[in-house]
Nanobody
């Protein structure tokens, strides 16, 4: 059993910052890519940022230069530092972690429960 717990969401004024965290626990053999997605009301879930096991990062154009994704492998945790937040960043943010629960099993995507980020103008 694997559990992902997100934290760090909240309400912030435009121009402010927030830091999201997502910690994985349970039966974990190895972790591959980790990422953050978001879903605004009435819109489809979209990719925000990803980071590979080799620390290669990828960002949506809309957040480049403002958001930074990082990971702490010792803590099985992925972070999203969000600076210069805009009202259009308002959404529920979900972490995604691709991991193996044992050597003999294929990797699988696990999702966090989601955390609300609201940016007021």
């Amino acid at each position: 059993q694997v559990h992902l717990v997100e934290s760090g969401g909240g309400l912030v004024q435009a121009g402010g910052s927030l830091r999201l965290s997502c910690a994985a626990s349970g039966r974990i053999f190895s972790i591959n890519a980790m990422g953050w997605y978001r879903q605004a009301p009435g819109k489809q879930r979209e990719l925000v940022a990803t980071i590979t096991s080799g620390d290669r990062t990828n960002y949506a154009d809309s957040v480049k230069g403002r958001f930074t994704i990082s990971r702490d492998n010792a803590k099985n945790t992925v972070y999203l530092q969000m600076n210069s937040l805009k009202p259009e960043d308002t959404a529920v943010y979900y972490c995604n972690i691709n991991l193996q629960t044992s050597f003999f099993k294929s990797s699988y995507d696990y999702w966090g429960q989601g955390t609300q980020v609201t940016v007021s103008s």
